[in-house]
């Protein structure tokens, strides 16, 4: 089955930039989605498509894919970034599944 | 806006079936697909299964044998039965919407919290 890899944990100071990276087979074909989770929440779209932000996504967080590698970047952190994030893709090749990341935790 | 809601039982006895409903305000079901998704207690997100509207669905084949989503559009909500749980079905279970056709989910319900145990 599809398997996508996040690091456990990232952490980083307020003001400064935080990188959460996700790996897997073929990252590049698809489609990466993003969402954000604080405790006790449901998760948050923050981004999709790869790059694309919804409205009320404030534009400190962005998408970017290498080759299969996609990154989810958070720019001027601030206290309230600290959160879990998860990505998250539609794998067409192995029966339209939803597949997430195991999820990072990130500490400002 | 679209909002939407979990309901059901809190607690289910080891081997009975775990029901849920999604109930969608401020929309409609139409020309979506609707998904259920949980999270353990401290772990992960696993997708679980999707119904479009018109009532096509597709299951997380590690729980298909266990599971049912169905529709009722003339009350805009969606169902979730899951057989047979164990102790590794606790989780928060959230329904959520599929935007666009893209494969992203850009609504989910707040999540309920669904503990099996005797």
């Known amino acids: 089955s599809y398997v996508l890899t996040q690091p456990p944990s990232v952490s980083v100071a307020p003001g400064q930039t935080a990188r959460i990276t996700c790996g897997g087979n073929?990252?590049?074909?698809?489609?990466i989605h993003w969402y954000q989770q604080k405790p006790g929440q449901a998760p948050v779209l923050v981004v999709y498509d790869d790059t694309d932000r919804p409205s009320g996504i404030p534009e400190r967080f962005s998408g970017a894919k290498s080759g299969n590698t996609a990154t989810l970047t958070i720019s001027r952190v601030e206290a309230g970034d600290e959160a879990d994030y998860y990505c998250q893709v539609w794998d067409t090749s192995s029966g339209h599944l939803y597949i997430f990341g195991n999820g990072t935790k990130v500490s400002v | 806006q679209v909002q939407l809601q979990e309901s059901g039982p809190g607690l289910v006895k080891p081997s009975e079936t775990l029901s849920l409903t999604c109930t969608v305000s401020g929309g409609s079901l139409n020309n979506h697909y609707w998904s259920w998704i949980r999270q353990p207690p401290g772990g992960g997100l696993e997708w679980i299964g999707y119904?479009?509207?018109?009532?096509?669905?597709n299951y997380n084949p590690s729980l298909k044998s266990r599971l049912t989503v169905s529709i009722d559009t003339s009350k805009n909500q969606f169902f979730l039965r899951l057989n047979s749980v164990s102790s590794a079905d606790t989780a928060v279970y959230y329904c959520a919407r599929e935007g666009d056709g893209g494969g992203w989910f850009d609504i989910w319900g707040q999540g309920a919290l669904v503990t099996v145990s005797s």
């Open positions: 119904i479009y509207y018109k009532g096509s669905r």
């Open positions: 073929n990252v590049g074909t698809k489609g």
